[in-house]
């Protein structure tokens, strides 16, 4: 556990309030209200199905929620699409890796950095683009990619593609970053630098993160919100987390190891 | 393992080649090769790149080029014609005429665009397939624009003169154009417009949740494409003379579909590749006997044919010789055949 410092009583920098997503008949999300403050490192557990990439999703504005407001730096984001929250400063991940299969890795982030800025119509090449490849390398450096910038997304290996989706979420400067599974399907040595890397993010950085592993998971965070079909049930420290006897009975008793390989 | 960009392409030495031979054609071939085939090729692989940089950079397959191609050509000969045909009669000089036949059919090409962006895969082909057809009836029914007779006498300009009597002066503009095309294909897919474009088509859910605008992309992908198609369509109503409601009904759009798919989708030189295979069949089918009204059968047959061998076309099955000489014969080494991805980007080859 890190002692990020987190300003009590400083306005939250996400804010749910009722937050609701049907599938048809199926309440994937229900209720939720959820506070996360500016640098808190957030664990966001919970067994398969439990709603939590849907969460991530109507937070991210990948898709829309079906009831409540969420609120991202004091602003009603509901409305907003996803390229409009990141511009606000929100960065994700996701749990099945969504990458550029095409491109080279440099593209990637070329394109990761690209998105929060202007010029994504600019037909022809400028000075700046040499700028933003830069930061695409040191980018992909900071993920222990540096000597794959050329390659061709599509044939990496799964955890370096893992490493590329944390690489892209961080590309964007955001203020807050959501991680769904980073550490999925990633060898215990790959999960190790995960971790470090985790740990050596900008304490400025506001981070929920998803995590079935929970070395990983409360390692990172100060605050674990435990969700349970659809609904949020517990919050509390790790220490709390750790102690509480709903979640041995619904999680950690259940399916505790070799569980974080699934939705690989 | 290596992987093959969707760039990949013909090795320096065998463009500056077929560059060489397309140059001193005019020296070499009759002027039959020239005026008919070899101009067709030109002109026909332009309209087949402009699908082709749509499908290998956007993940698009669109069936509506043949249709802004034909809109062009319906702007240039309403514009340029005076006197006895069939359209506005407006008598421009072919000159003045261009630039707005371009404006139209990219104009168009952005509504086309805009309604379409939102749909993927069939649901896209479908689409771009109505405007196709609607475009077809629009000119057959709207006897003011064109009507079924279509419009004759189309002018070319005059440092091209008439086209019977100076076959190589139109065969020149139209390699000189196809070059262009082909190097600014080439260039947007490196700015930060085409690489965007790439990346929404290998995950535009990503491309948005990293701040991109994906409907506004597509659509503005497609204007560009309707200007390339526009292009072709300029120098097919030059080289006709003639533009009529076949021009770009539903035979000629699959047409170019199969120019396209024969070519290899994945690949822009395999526009003009596949334009070269369709040309050539369908003149000499024609010749003989028992082909000539079956051609549309043995093309097919040649399509189908293509297709099984290589999924990528022409231009996948170029690759992997290429791949198989470089490797020289080393047992166990076959490669392994088409893409996963449909559009070919991806293509293992140990
Ligand atoms: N697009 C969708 N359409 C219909 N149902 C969905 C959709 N996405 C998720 N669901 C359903 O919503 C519920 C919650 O799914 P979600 O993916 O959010 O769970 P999760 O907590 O992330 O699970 P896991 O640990 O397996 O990743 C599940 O029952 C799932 O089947
Ligand atoms: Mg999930």
Redesign the pocket.
């Known amino acids: 556990m890190t002692e990020n410092a987190v300003t009590p009583g400083a306005a939250p920098i996400l804010r749910l309030r009722g937050v609701g997503r049907r ?2 008949g ?1 309440d ?2 229900s209720d939720v209200d959820l506070d996360v403050g500016p640098g808190e490192r957030r664990a966001i557990l ?10 991530f ?1 109507v937070i991210s504005g990948d ?1 829309p929620a079906t009831a409540g407001t969420i609120e991202f730096l004091g602003e009603d984001v509901g409305q907003i699409p996803a390229s409009g929250r990141s511009k606000r400063g929100m960065g994700r991940t996701y ?1 099945k890796s969504r990458l550029f299969l095409g491109l080279s890795v440099e593209d990637n982030l070329y394109l990761a950095v690209l998105g929060n800025q202007t010029g994504h119509l600019r037909p022809f090449r400028r000075s700046r683009d040499g700028d933003i490849r830069e930061r695409a390398r040191e980018l992909a450096g900071a993920v222990g990619l540096q000597g794959k910038c050329d390659a061709l997304v599509g044939s990496m290996s799964h955890g370096e593609q893992r490493q590329l989706e944390v690489a892209m979420a961080r590309a964007g400067d955001p203020k807050l970053m959501l991680l ?2 980073p550490a999925s399907g990633l060898s215990r040595g790959e999960r190790v630098a995960l971790t470090d890397l985790l740990l050596e993010l900008d304490p400025s950085i506001t981070l929920i993160l ?1 995590e ?1 592993d929970m070395d990983v998971a409360l390692r990172v965070a100060n605050r674990v919100t435990m ?1 349970h079909d ?1 609904r949020k049930i517990v919050e509390g420290t790790p220490d709390e987390i750790r102690a509480n006897d709903l979640v041995h009975e619904l999680y950690l008793g259940g399916r505790v190891a070799g569980a974080e390989e ?2 690989a | 393992m290596s992987a093959r960009r969707p760039t990949a392409s013909l090795d320096r030495g065998t463009a500056a080649v077929l560059v060489a031979i397309a140059i001193l054609a005019p020296l070499i071939f009759n002027t039959y090769w020239i005026g008919t085939l070899l101009t067709q090729m030109l002109f026909l692989g332009i309209v087949a790149a402009s699908l082709i940089f749509l499908s290998a950079y956007g993940g698009m397959v669109s069936l509506a080029q043949v249709a802004l191609y034909g809109i062009a050509g319906f702007a240039i000969g309403n514009l340029t014609t005076n006197g006895n045909t069939k359209g506005l009669n407006l008598g421009w000089t072919p000159l003045a005429a261009i630039p707005v036949a371009l404006a139209i059919t990219i104009g168009l090409g952005l509504l086309f665009g805009a309604l379409s962006s939102r749909s993927v895969g069939i649901y896209f082909l479908m689409i771009t397939l109505t405007f196709s057809v609607i475009a077809n009836l629009f000119f057959g029914q709207v006897t003011s624009l064109s009507g079924f007779g279509g419009i004759s006498g189309i002018p070319a300009p005059g440092f091209i003169g008439n086209v019977d009597h100076h076959p190589d002066r139109l065969y020149y503009l139209a390699l000189v154009l196809a070059l262009l095309v082909y190097a600014l294909l080439r260039y947007i897919a490196r700015t930060p417009f085409g690489l965007t474009l790439q990346g929404i088509r290998d995950d535009p859910v990503r491309m948005s949740s990293l701040g991109y605008n994906v409907t506004l992309h597509r659509t503005l992908a497609f204007g560009f494409a309707s200007f390339i198609a526009a292009i072709g369509g300029v120098l097919f109503a030059y080289w006709n003379g003639h533009i009529d409601p076949a021009t770009i009904g539903l035979g000629a759009t699959i047409d170019v579909l199969v120019v396209a798919v024969i070519g290899g989708l994945s690949r822009l030189e395999g526009a003009w590749l596949g334009a070269l295979v369709f040309v050539l069949i369908n003149n000499y089918a024609q010749r003989i006997g028992f082909v000539s009204d079956r051609f549309h059968t043995l093309i097919g047959v040649v399509f189908l044919v293509i297709v099984l061998l290589s999924p990528d076309g022409l231009m996948g099955l170029w690759g992997r010789l290429g791949d198989l000489r470089r490797r020289g014969e080393r047992p166990g080494q076959a490669p392994t055949g088409g893409s996963e991805r449909g559009s070919g980007e991806l293509e293992p080859t140990v």
Not at chain 1, 46 to 55: D, S
């Open positions: 599938f048809g199926l994937a999300v919970g067994p398969n199905g439990a709603g939590k990439t849907t969460l999703n898709m749990q769904d599974e998803i079935h969700m659809g699934d939705g």
